[in-house]
Nanobody, 130 residues
Framework: QVQLVESGGGLVQPGGSLRLSCAASGFKFNYYVIGWFRQAPGKEREGVSWICSDDGSTYYEDSVKGRFTISRDNAKSTVYLQMNNLKPEDTAVYYC???????????????????????WGQGTQVTVSS
């Protein structure tokens, strides 16, 4: 059974940093994508960043490029999202998710939608406010 557990959210001032963690377990797939998504109040869930299981290649949504970095520690089965220079518009619940079939599409178009992910964590709140 796939299980994803996020942590690391909190309250931070504009310009500050946070690092989110996604601890994964129960995987039996060789090729997959782990992604970070976020959902602000009254808005649809949107993709933020993705990392491929095979070669570790990474992808980012335009608004976070240069500020967010996704990485992985295979020994710990954990994916991280380092978020720097945070802005109030980054405020949202952040989720990690796994896409089993999205690897090819991600490499072709650079993004995945929430509907292409099969497994989700419970989410962690990130609030950017002074």
């Amino acid at each position: 059974q796939v299980q994803l557990v996020e942590s690391g959210g909190g309250l931070v001032q504009p310009g500050g940093s946070l690092r989110l963690s996604c601890a994964a377990s129960g995987f039996k797939f060789n090729y997959y994508v782990i992604g970070w998504f976020r959902q602000a109040p009254g808005k649809e869930r949107e993709g933020v960043s993705w990392i491929c299981s095979d070669d570790g290649s990474t992808y980012y949504e335009d608004s976070v490029k240069g500020r967010f970095t996704i990485s992985r520690d295979n020994a710990k089965s954990t994916v991280y999202l380092q978020m720097n220079n945070l802005k109030p518009e980054d405020t949202a619940v952040y989720y990690c998710a796994v896409s089993v079939l999205g690897l090819v599409k991600l490499r072709r178009v650079g993004v995945l939608s929430p509907g292409e992910c099969s497994y989700w964590g419970q989410g962690t709140q990130v609030t950017v406010s002074s």
